[in-house]
């Protein structure tokens, strides 16, 4: 099983930017696929997710308005659009997959991507 995250890049305060995950090799029609992102020298947070069989997207507070998922577990696919990246939005951005409903505890997230890196700066 892997997760293939793209889409990271370096922008300015301000800008947008989507990132793209795709699982491969494991159907996540019955898992939610999540993104979470850990900037330098913190410890990594849950950003947004969307839930098992078309239960549900969430994304964390502090980026609400922002921050939205798309795509579709079916296809195994979970897209974060981001509008108005401040520069505290500056980090690396995981994929992350879990059999079960949405929860924010990294822990109980069984696969893991790579990692994208956001920079955001002036």
């Known amino acids: 099983v892997r997760l293939l995250e793209s889409g990271g890049g370096s922008v300015q305060p301000g800008d947008s930017l989507r990132l793209s995950c795709e699982g491969i090799?494991?159907?996540?029609?019955?898992?939610?696929m999540a993104w979470f992102r850990q900037a330098p020298g913190k410890e990594r947070e849950f950003v947004a997710a969307s839930g098992w069989s078309g239960t549900g997207t969430n994304v964390t507070e502090s980026v609400k308005g922002l921050f939205s998922v798309s795509g579709d577990n079916n296809e195994n696919t979970l897209n974060l659009h981001m509008d108005g990246l401040k520069p505290e939005d500056t980090a690396a951005y995981y994929c992350?997959?879990?059999?079960?409903?949405?929860?924010?505890?990294?822990?109980?997230?069984?696969?893991w991507g790579q990692g994208t890196q956001v920079t955001v700066s002036s």
């Open positions: 090799g494991r159907d996540f029609s019955r898992y939610t």
């Open positions: 992350a997959v879990r059999f079960g409903p949405i929860i924010y505890t990294d822990s109980r997230y069984i696969y």
